[in-house]
Structure formats: structure tokens, C-alpha cells
């Protein structure tokens, strides 16, 4: 008896330890990266090449669907335990060089070769299939994906994949996928500026209806379905009527993945095209991500958006002297510009002039204007000018315009605060205290 236990722990090892993943990548570069992921985003294995030829150390994956992320592409993989598989493809044209050998192959050729009708021309993934297959009416659509859904199950009925388990993994799988193509028939009308219908019926979306849409298993076990709804979710955010109702459909999602998932779906949408929705989305995404890492780069990405507009306001944005003269920030060409931001209610920022003129005097050898801009209501300007007149060291201007609009712009959450600018009205930092000892390194920094 103890010998057989023995002989059956040998066997169940080796099964659990003989999963093995090998990498040939062809046209990259040492130190390039690339990740294995859970279908959540989840980093499982992030790696740095050192070699063109290696073996993913440490693979122990239970069986399932993984995503191979390089840059902006994206593989789906589908990995057992006793899979011995090699993972080839080309850095320079990813999607239509993968090749697969050893345990596994077969599985995953396969789902390489489902990828393909999302490939454009130049082998680079989209959202959607090509243009003409959303050509004309519902009824029509719905013909062409009925066709293709019968391609794919004939593939899987075909006896070609022997492995069973997968087969019924996939057919659960594919049928979140025709879902969600139901789902982004709109989106793909949009997308090639398809004006033929209008919205999809309620007849076309009722199987929609009998899809659960927060299911933490479905959602970290099938493709289709993650996207899918994701998909939704999002589309119900897009639809709220207001920042409100936005906040209440993310705060409903109980599935924390599935969130993130939302969430990085509204980063997608982030576009100077749409600075309005840009920022309600970077809110919320602000206010409901657990990672600090995301909402950093989200913030990246909405200062990069929002600071395009500001580098126009350099000869938009208007302002007076204390004469009663109008002044635009682009009057004081090649110079760096440090806003510092007040208002003469503010008793801290009046204390802090003496600070500016320090700066002033420490930098006025460098290329480099202090201008304390004031946000003052314009009924406020008698207020205001007799403050400005008793500190005329540095540049003293009252904004004219907009306060909302002025502080939106620049992202000023608190004043005093600085603002520092390029010649051209770039942000290079809005967040500078003038009494800082970091601000004044900045500064040192700037001009080495």
C-alpha cells in the first residue's frame, strides 16, 4: 500500500511539474518586454528578454485561458498542466507569425487562426471585423455571424482538436462571443461611419437579457465573456445622463476585476476629442481603482490631454495689469513662465509674494518670468490692484475670463499654487510651491 501511494504522488508531479513554456522570438531587441496575463489583466509572468530563446521559468498555470500581451498586441492562449508548448512569433509582425509546437499546439493554432478576421491589412488587431461585414440591416448582419459561428463549430466538431474538455470550454466561450458581437454592431456602425440604420432593435439585443453580467468566475474563465461585459458595463456608463449616474453604475459592479476592467476601458476613451467626458472619465476612475499605479497613469494621460489645450490658452487667455492693461501670457516670448496662482482673499497667498520676489532675485539671470496671476472676480479689482500695487517686484495680472475654465485647464485643485510653463504654454509642472525647497531644485534643474 505505501508503495503505490508512493508510485501515485510520483505520477501526480509529474504531471503538476511537466508543464513547460518555450519562447523563440525572431526581430526584438534585449530588454524589450513582454507579459503572460490572467484574462482580469492580471501580470503573471512579466519578462525582460535577455536571450531570443528561452523557457519561461516557473510555470505551474492551471488549465485555462491566458493572455500573451506584447505592446499593444495581444494573443489569446489557452495552457494545460501537462502542456510542453513553444510559443513562436516575429516582434515585428506578431499576430501573423505565431507559431505553435509541442503539447498544445493544435489548441492554440487554432484560436491564432479565430484571431485572424480582426486583422487589418497590415496584421495589427482591431476591434472589429472588416467593414463590409457590417453592411446593411440587422437581419443581414445577423446572417453573416450565424455563418461564421457555423465555421467555428465545425472546426471544433471536426475531430481536428482531440482534446474534449477544451471543445466544451470553447463552445461556452463562443457563445459569449456572439453576444457580445451583438453588442458592438452599434459600435462597429459607428466606428466605419455607417449611417444605414439606426439603433439596434430590442428584438436584435434581447438574448443580451439572459446574460448575467457580474459573474467573477465567468469573468476570470472566459474570453468573450470578459469583453463582453466590460462591453456592457461600459456602454451603460457612456449612456448615463450624468457624473452621478456614472459613479452609481461602476459603485453596482461587485466583481473588483471586473471593475478594473471597466475602469481601463474608460482609459481607452480618454481623447482630446472629448475633453468634457475625459475628465469624468479620469474621475471616476480617480475615485474607484484600487491601484495607484492605473490612477497615475491615467492622471499622465489627462494632464497630456488637457495641457494640449493649455498650450493653446498662452495666446487665448487673457489678462490686466495693474494699469488696467490687457496682457496675454504670450507677450513675454522665450521665457519660462511660473504662474503663481492667488486671489486677494486668500491671506497665505498674499504672504507668499515675498517668497516670489526671493525667486525672482535668485533666477533673474535665467530665462525665466514670476507672474503672480490672480484669480479674482472682476468686482474684486480695486481689491486686487491695491494688493498688486504694493508688490510690483514681480509681474502682478488679473486673470479675465472664465475662473472655471482657467482652473480646469491648469488642474488647480488648492491656491496658492505654482504653474510652470514652457515659452510655448506647455505644463511642465502644476503642482510648485514657491516656499519649497523642491521647487527651487526643480528650478536648478531646469537650467544645468
Given amino acids: 500500500m505505501k508503495r503505490l501511494i508512493t508510485c501515485f504522488l510520483v505520477i501526480s508531479a509529474s504531471v503538476v511539474f511537466g508543464q513547460k513554456i518555450t519562447f523563440n522570438i525572431e526581430n526584438d531587441s534585449i530588454g524589450s518586454k513582454f507579459s503572460l496575463r490572467t484574462l482580469s489583466n492580471k501580470v503573471l509572468h512579466d519578462v525582460e528578454l535577455k536571450e531570443f530563446n528561452f523557457d519561461l521559468p516557473d510555470t505551474n498555470l492551471e488549465e485555462g485561458y491566458y493572455l500573451l500581451k506584447k505592446g499593444e498586441n495581444e494573443a489569446l492562449l489557452y495552457i494545460r498542466p501537462e502542456d510542453e508548448l513553444t510559443i513562436n ?95 458592438k454592431y452599434e459600435y462597429a456602425k459607428e466606428h466605419y461611419k455607417i449611417n444605414d440604420s439606426i439603433r439596434p432593435s430590442k428584438s436584435f439585443l434581447e438574448p443580451l437579457s439572459r446574460v448575467h ?128 496662482v492667488w486671489a486677494s482673499w486668500c491671506k497665505p497667498c498674499v504672504k507668499d509674494f515675498k517668497e516670489v520676489e526671493k525667486l525672482n532675485d535668485e533666477y533673474h539671470d535665467k530665462n525665466i518670468l514670476f507672474i503672480n496671476v490672480s484669480v479674482d472676480k472682476k468686482e474684486n479689482f480695486e481689491q486686487w490692484a491695491a494688493i498688486a500695487k504694493e508688490h510690483k517686484e514681480a509681474v502682478q495680472l488679473l486673470y479675465q475670463g472664465s475662473k472655471v475654465k482657467f482652473v480646469n485647464t491648469y488642474d488647480i485643485s488648492a491656491i496658492p499654487t505654482g504653474v510652470l510653463l514652457t515659452a510655448e504654454g506647455k505644463v511642465i509642472d502644476n503642482t510648485l510651491k514657491v516656499k519649497s525647497k523642491k521647487t527651487r531644485k526643480f528650478l536648478d534643474s531646469l537650467f544645468e
Fill in 89 to 183: 512569433f516575429d516582434a515585428q509582425q506578431f499576430h501573423n507569425s505565431l507559431v505553435f509546437t509541442g503539447g498544445g499546439a493544435d489548441i492554440n493554432t487554432y484560436l491564432a487562426n479565430r484571431n485572424k478576421v480582426f486583422l487589418d491589412e497590415d496584421g495589427e488587431q482591431r476591434d472589429f471585423y472588416k467593414e463590409n461585414f457590417y453592411e446593411g440591416n440587422e437581419q443581414a448582419y445577423l446572417r453573416k455571424i450565424d455563418g461564421h459561428y457555423k465555421e467555428l463549430y465545425g472546426v471544433l466538431f471536426s475531430g481536428t482538436l482531440e482534446d474534449e474538455d477544451f471543445v466544451n470550454e470553447e463552445m461556452k466561450n463562443l457563445q459569449y462571443g456572439y453576444s457580445l458581437d451583438l453588442l
Fill in 213 to 340: 453580467f457580474d459573474n467573477e468566475q465567468l469573468f476570470n474563465k472566459y474570453y468573450e465573456y470578459t469583453k463582453l461585459s466590460i462591453l456592457k458595463w461600459r456602454n451603460d456608463i457612456e449612456n448615463a445622463d450624468n457624473f452621478g449616474y456614472k459613479q452609481d453604475i461602476i459603485s453596482s459592479i461587485r466583481t473588483e476585476s471586473m471593475k478594473e476592467g471597466v475602469l481601463e476601458s474608460l482609459y481607452q476613451l480618454m481623447s482630446r476629442d472629448t475633453p468634457e467626458l475625459t475628465k469624468e472619465y479620469f474621475d471616476l476612475i480617480k475615485a474607484n481603482s484600487i491601484s495607484n499605479e492605473f490612477i497615475a497613469r491615467a492622471k499622465n494621460k489627462y494632464n497630456r490631454i488637457r495641457f494640449v489645450d493649455a498650450e493653446k490658452n498662452i495666446s487665448k487667455f487673457k489678462f490686466i495689469n495693474d494699469n488696467g492693461e490687457g496682457v496675454k501670457l504670450s507677450d513675454y516670448k522665450d521665457n519660462y513662465i511660473f504662474m503663481n
